[in-house]
């Protein structure tokens, strides 16, 4: 059974940098028809897709985020990581990882981690 | 980016009732409509992709329906499970845009 699992600090300051891992288990993160992802969720607010990429290293980010935001794959941990540059309180929420499954031309985020609150705060 | 909205916002209801959420695109986006459920402090679960394709392992409760812009999730019959907020995504062009959501809760 394919699970996801976010870790990294839950408190970060206000201009430093957010990173979060991924990990993959029941699963390679090497398929070939699949992408991981992260969305995000602000306390009482909707979801926000962040960026995606594929085992190989392609990647798409959302604009809004883009020039703060990398998204990488280690394939021999299983993993993926996000960071996301130069917080603000804006930044504080849950952040989730997902697998992006590609289906007859149309993805959706089939696998969901639990999700980790981040909060931005000095 | 392709705005989504939802009606309604939020609903109350009972166990056994019969529900509609509904799910607008600011453009056409074919069949690219997903659906998810979400509890409280609880990950997303997609129940509906590709507008009208069950999710293996979601009760046939759900169904799901449209093109273009407009687009509905029904729940033939509200479980006490049910009880949630309910998310539409398009996946028809990046970014990637969800819907702000409809709260469902108890009558």
């Known amino acids: 059974q394919l699970q996801l699992q976010e870790s990294g600090p839950r408190l970060v300051k206000p201009s430093e940098t957010l990173s979060l891992t991924c990990t993959v288990s029941g699963g390679s993160i090497s398929s070939g028809s699949y992408f991981w992802g992260w969305i995000r969720q602000p306390p009482g607010k909707g979801l926000e897709w962040i960026a995606s990429i594929y085992y190989s290293g392609s990647t798409y980010y959302n604009p809004s985020l883009k020039s703060r935001v990398t998204i990488s794959v280690d394939r021999s941990k299983n993993q993926f990581s996000l960071r996301l540059n130069s917080v603000t309180a804006a930044d504080t929420a849950v952040y989730y990882c997902?697998?992006?499954?590609?289906?007859?031309?149309?993805?959706?985020?089939?696998?969901w981690g639990q999700g980790t609150l981040v909060t931005v705060s000095s | 980016d392709i705005q989504m909205t939802q009606s309604p916002s939020s609903l109350s209801a009972s166990v056994g009732d019969r529900l509609t959420i509904t799910c607008r695109a600011s453009?056409?986006?074919?069949?690219?409509l997903n659906w998810y459920r979400q509890k409280p402090g609880k990950a997303p679960k997609l129940l509906i992709y590709?507008?009208?394709s069950l999710q293996s392992g979601v009760p046939p409760r759900f169904s799901g329906s449209g093109s273009g812009t407009d687009f509905t999730l029904t729940i033939s019959s509200l479980q006490p499970e049910d009880f949630a907020t309910y998310y539409c995504q398009q996946s028809h062009s990046s970014p990637f845009t969800f819907g702000p959501g409809t709260t469902v809760d108890l009558k």
């Open positions: 997902a697998r992006v499954r590609m289906v007859n031309a149309t993805e959706d985020f089939d696998h």
């Open positions: 590709a507008s009208s």
């Open positions: 453009q056409s986006i074919s069949t690219y």
